[in-house]
């Protein structure tokens, strides 16, 4: 257990971006030397590349930045989040480049590993082709690994790194002292199968195959280590790029388009029908239906008029705004969740993997094992070449080859598995939570309802024919763009084609009022039809209240001096939301329903699919203190959501699950995206993924477990580099064909 060092006073906060990394336990030797200053307390995050740092006088950036520069590693202070900021490119150089070198490996890798297993194929002068094909492998598709062993003999640390370009090293060294100084340059030569190296003393063994399909399978876990990480600022760049890109000013009371970057405070912009309101800002002129639900989750869109503020990000769903600017650019509510996204993040502890923390102890232990052989066959007077050739029979046997291939051929499989089931697992950090999160929060709107208005019900009064009722309602809102006019609009589809409506108008925040074949009909609140003297029967008014209690949005219409029926819109529920309950319960997952709608509105919701706690009427910022105040009582917690609201809290989750209908930002904050719009899918993500979390946990002890049993081999002389070489090839073999009994996974029915 960690004490954390009080805080100093008025501590300073700073994120670093860290270069260099190459493993966990690099982050955890960084995290070590910064904290050992005075003052200073850091949190570096392996997965994002960050260092969260606190300090306080006299430290200064400048002083964090030569520390880490002192560890071996590089530091910079990133610019802050604007929203004027274009999005930062992806390090797809870096990706592009580990890629070149892994294909470069593989293809001359090959032939050099073929040619040393099968004596058959060894033809006169092989061994010189295997030395022209080994060698770039080598020292071109090794050098990552070289280079940052020697980092860490620098500074007196050892990491997987290091015993990977220590075995490949002596590896091809050996064979090149045999090539040039033994007898393995002969024509003729044949590679010798023998199980010590009492046979032979080992002037004529080349080890080309084991230097170069360690470096190969090594290098390829490095670059699906790297291509998952990629991504690890996106949740940031998709957040920033929500917003509008330009906005008509009115200046002069002529209308300009100009970026958004350029707008003002103070500045009044005109949002028409369907666009995106560019900055936070009040209401000018206009009145319209907002729907806000990606920043707020409000399912309903919101009236707003003369006065009342809206947010930028959101999209005007009615008539014509003008908005005065009030914040702009880092100021607005976008972008201010936009630093929650990152601080989320940025605090999210990486799970440390199980062979970086065993690398630790046993890279050291190997090494040393290694020359504790080399000597003592020197001492026992087997002669140098039988010496050096136990050395390097165990380094080769200990390079972690099946340890790096344990997690990303799982991952790998399990992905591609999980791509046909509609999930997408984003990388290994995100199935360390899945096997222990005991409760899962799950937002409403989108995830456990569609997301859209849908007229649910219509109640025609004492008298009245259900059909026309509809038929005139439909006919009245067929002249909106609100949402409930078109759910109204939609449920119509039955009743045929809809009359035209003439004299149109909208009677803000209380409904809309037309002419529909000679009759003066009202829709709307039953204020609206009290205001204009219509009648309202007792049995409508209970409807309405009925309606409205049961979470729905309720309105009347009427006509020749009396309301005529009652129609009831609301959010479905998705069919399947219910079964999908259950079955995260027999998981052994707690449900609670969060989201930013009201209370009625939410416990409703939380009857039909079956979850008992609710926890309604939130904003995002307090979405992410709620995650945090479970995660507080000893909960780990899964989110699965789908808006801008969602992400920073399913990035705060232990574990956060995207529905991949929803916003680019909830997927990219999330760690597993849900394909299909169905709440099942959830289900099937927690199965897949604590499934090829245990295929990792398997393949890692294996593989462990091989080295722990082969070793002692090795030291003794019962094996020959060469039988290392091919246990080893044996050991990732193994690794892979257990991996690959994921493809088997199945959905439950």
Request: proline share 5%; charged share 20%.
């Given at each position: 257990?960690?004490?954390?060092?009080?805080?100093?006073?008025?501590?300073?906060?700073?994120?670093?971006?860290?270069?260099?990394?190459?493993?966990?336990?690099?982050?955890?030797?960084?995290?070590?030397?910064?904290?050992?200053?005075?003052?200073?307390?850091?949190?570096?995050?392996?997965?994002?590349?960050?260092?969260?740092?606190?300090?306080?006088?006299?430290?200064?950036?400048?002083?964090?930045?030569?520390?880490?520069?002192?560890?071996?590693?590089?530091?910079?202070?990133?610019?802050?989040?604007?929203?004027?900021?274009?999005?930062?490119?992806?390090?797809?150089?870096?990706?592009?480049?580990?890629?070149?070198?892994?294909w470069v490996s593989v293809v001359l890798s090959v032939p050099v590993i073929a040619l040393a297993m099968v004596p058959a194929w060894q033809f006169t002068y092989w061994q010189w082709l295997s030395l022209a094909l080994a060698a770039p492998v080598v020292v071109y598709g090794g050098l990552p690994f070289h280079r940052a062993a020697l980092v860490n003999l620098r500074h007196g640390a050892a990491?997987?790194?290091?015993?990977?370009?220590?075995?490949?090293?002596?590896?091809?060294?050996?064979?090149?002292?045999?090539?040039?100084?033994?007898?393995?340059?002969?024509?003729?030569?044949?590679?010798?199968?023998?199980?010590?190296?009492?046979?032979?003393?080992?002037?004529?063994?080349?080890?080309?195959?084991?230097?170069?399909?360690?470096?190969?399978?090594?290098?390829?876990?490095?670059?699906?280590?790297?291509?998952?990480?990629?991504?690890?600022?996106?949740?940031?760049?998709?957040?920033?790029?929500?917003?509008?890109?330009?906005?008509?000013?009115?200046?002069?009371?002529?209308?300009?388009?100009?970026?958004?970057?350029?707008?003002?405070?103070?500045?009044?912009?005109?949002?028409?029908?369907?666009?995106?309101?560019?900055?936070?800002?009040?209401?000018?002129?206009?009145?319209?239906?907002?729907?806000?639900?990606?920043?707020?989750?409000?399912?309903?869109?919101?009236?707003?008029?003369?006065?009342?503020?809206?947010?930028?990000?959101?999209?005007?769903?009615?008539?014509?705004?003008?908005?005065?600017?009030?914040?702009?650019?880092?100021?607005?509510?976008?972008?201010?969740?936009?630093?929650?996204?990152?601080?989320?993040?940025?605090?999210?502890?990486?799970?440390?993997?199980?062979?970086?923390?065993?690398?630790?102890?046993?890279?050291?232990?190997?090494?040393?094992?290694?020359?504790?052989?080399?000597?003592?066959?020197?001492?026992?007077?087997?002669?140098?070449?039988?010496?050096?050739?136990?050395?390097?029979?165990?380094?080769?046997?200990?390079?972690?080859?099946?340890?790096?291939?344990?997690?990303?051929?799982?991952?790998?499989?399990?992905?591609?598995?999980?791509?046909?089931?509609?999930?997408?697992?984003?990388?290994?950090?995100?199935?360390?939570?899945?096997?222990?999160?005991?409760?899962?929060?799950?937002?409403?709107?989108?995830?456990?309802?569609?997301?859209?208005?849908?007229?649910?019900?219509?109640?025609?009064?004492?008298?009245?024919?259900?059909?026309?009722?509809?038929?005139?309602?439909?006919?009245?809102?067929?002249?909106?763009?609100?949402?409930?006019?078109?759910?109204?609009?939609?449920?119509?589809?039955?009743?045929?084609?809809?009359?035209?409506?003439?004299?149109?108008?909208?009677?803000?925040?209380?409904?809309?009022?037309?002419?529909?074949?000679?009759?003066?009909?009202?829709?709307?609140?039953?204020?609206?039809?009290?205001?204009?003297?219509?009648?309202?029967?007792?049995?409508?008014?209970?409807?309405?209240?009925?309606?409205?209690?049961?979470?729905?949005?309720?309105?009347?219409?009427?006509?020749?001096?009396?309301?005529?029926?009652?129609?009831?819109?609301?959010?479905?529920?998705?069919?399947?939301?219910?079964?999908?309950?259950?079955?995260?319960?027999?998981?052994?997952?707690?449900?609670?329903?969060?989201?930013?709608?009201?209370?009625?509105?939410?416990?409703?919701?939380?009857?039909?699919?079956?979850?008992?706690?609710?926890?309604?009427?939130?904003?995002?910022?307090?979405?992410?203190?709620?995650?945090?105040?479970?995660?507080?009582?000893?909960?780990?917690?899964?989110?699965?959501?789908?808006?801008?609201?969602?992400?920073?809290?399913?990035?705060?989750?232990?574990?956060?699950?995207?529905?991949?209908?929803?916003?680019?930002?909830?997927?990219?904050?999330?760690?597993?995206?849900?394909?299909?719009?169905?709440?099942?899918?959830?289900?099937?993500?927690?199965?897949?993924?604590?499934?090829?979390?245990?295929?990792?946990?398997?393949?890692?002890?294996?593989?462990?477990?091989?080295?722990?049993?082969?070793?002692?081999?090795?030291?003794?002389?019962?094996?020959?580099?060469?039988?290392?070489?091919?246990?080893?090839?044996?050991?990732?073999?193994?690794?892979?064909?257990?991996?690959?009994?994921?493809?088997?996974?199945?959905?439950?029915?």
């Open positions: 257990m960690t004490t954390s060092r009080p805080l100093p006073t008025a501590a300073n906060v700073i994120e670093l971006a860290i270069g260099g990394m190459t493993c966990a336990s690099c982050a955890a030797r960084i995290e070590k030397k910064l904290n050992r200053m005075d003052g200073v307390q850091a949190t570096v995050n392996y997965a994002t590349e960050k260092a969260t740092v606190s300090y306080g006088d006299p430290v200064t950036p400048d002083d964090l930045i030569a520390t880490v520069e002192k560890t071996g590693y590089h530091a910079t202070l990133p610019p802050p989040p604007t929203m004027a900021a274009p999005a930062a490119a992806e390090p797809v150089d870096e990706l592009r480049a580990l890629r070149t070198r892994l990491t997987m790194d290091t015993l990977v370009s220590v075995g490949t090293l002596a590896a091809f060294g050996w064979s090149l002292w045999a090539l040039f100084l033994g007898s393995a340059g002969t024509p003729g030569m044949t590679h010798p199968f023998s199980f010590d190296i009492g046979r032979s003393d080992g002037a004529g063994n080349i080890y080309l195959e084991a230097a170069a399909g360690v470096t190969t399978f090594i290098l390829a876990g490095r670059y699906f280590e790297a291509r998952s990480k990629r991504t690890a600022g996106a949740a940031l760049r998709a957040l920033l790029e929500l917003g509008a890109k330009d906005v008509s000013v009115l200046r002069g009371g002529v209308e300009t388009r100009i970026p958004v970057d350029q707008l003002a405070v103070g500045d009044r912009f005109v949002v028409r029908p369907g666009e995106k309101i560019a900055t936070d800002g009040t209401v000018h002129e206009g009145s319209s239906a907002v729907d806000a639900s990606m920043v707020t989750g409000e399912s309903v869109p919101v009236e707003v008029g003369v006065g009342d503020s809206v947010v930028g990000g959101c999209v005007n769903a009615g008539g014509r705004l003008v908005v005065t600017a009030t914040r702009v650019g880092a100021d607005t509510q976008l972008a201010q969740m936009a630093r929650l996204v990152e601080q989320a993040q940025t605090g999210k502890a990486a799970a440390q993997r199980l062979a970086d923390r065993i690398s630790g102890v046993f890279v050291p232990i190997v090494i040393a094992l290694a020359a504790g052989t080399l000597g003592w066959w020197l001492g026992s007077g087997a002669g140098p070449a039988a010496a050096f050739t136990a050395a390097v029979a165990v380094l080769i046997i200990a390079c972690p080859c099946a340890l790096g291939l344990a997690t990303p051929t799982a991952l790998l499989v399990g992905t591609g598995r999980g791509a046909q089931l509609g999930v997408l697992i984003k990388g290994p950090e995100a199935l360390e939570s899945t096997r222990r999160v005991d409760t899962v929060v799950l937002d409403k709107t989108g995830t456990v309802t569609t997301g859209r208005m849908t007229l649910l019900d219509v109640t025609p009064a004492a008298g009245e024919q259900r059909a026309e009722v509809l038929r005139l309602a439909a006919a009245l809102e067929s002249g909106s763009e609100h949402p409930v006019a078109r759910a109204v609009v939609t449920g119509a589809a039955e009743v045929g084609d809809l009359p035209p409506v003439t004299g149109f108008a909208n009677v803000e925040g209380l409904g809309v009022t037309g002419t529909v074949d000679g009759r003066q009909v009202l829709l709307g609140r039953p204020r609206l039809l009290r205001e204009r003297d219509l009648v309202v029967p007792d049995d409508l008014a209970r409807a309405a209240t009925d309606a409205e209690a049961a979470g729905r949005t309720a309105v009347l219409v009427g006509w020749d001096g009396r309301a005529r029926g009652m129609l009831a819109v609301a959010d479905q529920v998705k069919p399947t939301s219910r079964e999908a309950v259950r079955r995260l319960r027999a998981l052994g997952l707690t449900p609670v329903l969060l989201t930013g709608d009201n209370t009625t509105v939410a416990r409703s919701v939380a009857a039909e699919v079956g979850i008992d706690e609710v926890i309604a009427e939130v904003l995002p910022a307090e979405k992410v203190d709620v995650v945090a105040r479970l995660q507080a009582e000893g909960r780990a917690v899964a989110m699965v959501g789908d808006g801008v609201n969602d992400a920073a809290a399913l990035a705060q989750a232990d574990l956060g699950l995207a529905m991949g209908t929803g916003t680019d930002v909830a997927i990219e904050a999330s760690d597993l995206t849900l394909v299909r719009d169905d709440l099942l899918a959830a289900v099937d993500a927690i199965r897949l993924a604590r499934s090829t979390l245990g295929t990792i946990k398997g393949n890692l002890f294996w593989a462990f477990a091989y080295n722990v049993a082969a070793l002692p081999l090795a030291a003794a002389g019962l094996l020959n580099p060469m039988i290392a070489g091919a246990a080893m090839a044996f050991s990732s073999v193994f690794v892979v064909a257990n991996s690959l009994r994921l493809r088997s996974f199945r959905p439950l029915a």
